[in-house]
């Protein structure tokens, strides 16, 4: 089987389906004015409040979509197919209130637990009174491009196609 069969086979397989059927946005409707405001229209923004949005809004995007988790490789989750690690390790870097929460990903095992960090993410920094320490502060580094303690591996069935391109 190759990475682009064993891609499909991820995305349409029942896990995947249950969890998107499961998905709660409503959740996440109280952000809206938040990321209507600082939620850059590309890119990661000129601010840090820019940043942080996004960093945010990306983690759970990506959760909710593609089932992706910020660090699949000291967590009890497999994320499969993109890597978000560079986000958490930018806002753990850049963002000390944010550790404690990020951190908690080296302790759960199951999927409501990963919820839970994204919502408690959200709630902290999706705010006014939070983001409005961060307001005045220029851009810092790259969300894009970020090291730290989480961790991002491609895991696929066949190791021989590691090197192997794909679109």
């Given at each position: ?48 409040v ?20 910020f ?91 590691d ?5």
């Amino acid at each position: 089987m190759d990475l682009q069969e064993a891609t499909m086979n991820l995305i349409n397989s029942e896990s995947n389906k249950s969890l998107k059927e499961s998905i709660d946005w409503s959740y996440y409707k109280k952000f809206h004015p938040i990321n209507d405001k600082y939620l850059p229209d590309m890119d990661e923004g000129d601010t840090m409040v820019n940043q942080i949005v996004t960093a945010i809004n990306k983690l759970v995007y990506k959760w909710y979509n593609d089932g992706d988790v910020f660090d699949n490789v000291n967590s009890g989750l497999t994320g499969w197919a993109n890597d978000l690690s560079d986000y958490a390790n930018w806002l753990y870097q850049y963002v000390p209130e944010t550790k404690n929460i990020l951190s908690d990903v080296f302790d759960i095992h199951n999927t409501s637990d990963y919820e839970i960090i994204l919502k408690e993410l959200a709630d902290l920094c999706l705010n006014e009174d939070f983001l409005s320490k961060y307001n005045e502060k220029p851009k810092k580094a790259s969300i894009y491009e970020c090291d730290g303690p989480f961790e991002f591996s491609m895991q696929d069935e066949d190791e021989d196609e590691d090197d192997e391109e794909w679109y």
